[in-house]
């Protein structure tokens, strides 16, 4: 998903386009939210942000966390050296969907800081067995 996405910004630089994660399968659930979350940070980054200019960069790691009674995906979004962020003057469909969409259908944390140097997002989601949503 993430290469998929991403793969058109790399510009054969290993520093462009960072991706740092194990192999990963997401149930449905997961994927088509946080499908939809890629491609608008993505969207976002290449008409605003980072990969908007030749020296801007986006470094997204994630990872799997374990405990006795779950396993959680965590998800970060860097980006840098590209032009200073501002907060925006309003909420578009994008922030809604990383900031209500996520946590109401994947039951995921998320955190989007609009830090100057670049925006963060960061998500944990927990990974499911089964299907959230019933099939139809």
Same mark, same amino acid.
């Given at each position: 998903?993430?290469? #998929? +996405?991403? +793969?058109?910004?790399?510009? $054969? /630089?290993?520093?462009?386009?960072?991706? #740092?994660?194990?192999?990963?399968?997401? /149930?449905? *659930?997961?994927?088509?939210?946080? $499908?939809?979350?890629?491609? +608008?940070?993505?969207?976002?980054?290449?008409?605003? $942000?980072?990969?908007?200019?030749?020296?801007?960069?986006?470094?997204?790691?994630?990872?799997?966390?374990?405990? *006795?009674?779950?396993?959680?995906?965590?998800?970060?979004?860097?980006?840098? *050296?590209? =032009?200073?962020?501002?907060? %925006?003057?309003?909420?578009?469909? $994008?922030?809604?969907?990383?900031?209500?969409?996520? %946590?109401?259908?994947?039951?995921?944390?998320?955190?989007?800081?609009? *830090?100057?140097?670049?925006?963060?997002?960061?998500?944990?989601? %927990?990974?499911?067995?089964?299907?959230?949503? =019933?099939?139809?």
């Amino acid at each position: 998903m993430l290469r #998929t +996405e991403l +793969e058109p910004y790399e510009d $054969g /630089s290993e520093e462009r386009v960072v991706l #740092t994660g194990p192999p990963l399968e997401l /149930s449905a *659930d997961l994927a088509v939210p946080t $499908g939809m979350a890629i491609h +608008e940070l993505t969207t976002n980054a290449a008409t605003h $942000g980072a990969l908007s200019t030749p020296s801007g960069r986006v470094e997204v790691i994630w990872d799997v966390e374990r405990d *006795d009674i779950r396993c959680m995906l965590c998800l970060e979004w860097v980006e840098r *050296d590209g =032009p200073p962020v501002e907060l %925006p003057s309003r909420k578009g469909f $994008g922030s809604t969907l990383l900031e209500r969409v996520l %946590p109401a259908q994947c039951h995921a944390e998320v955190a989007l800081r609009f *830090d100057p140097a670049g925006l963060r997002f960061r998500m944990r989601a %927990p990974l499911i067995k089964q299907r959230l949503v =019933p099939p139809y």
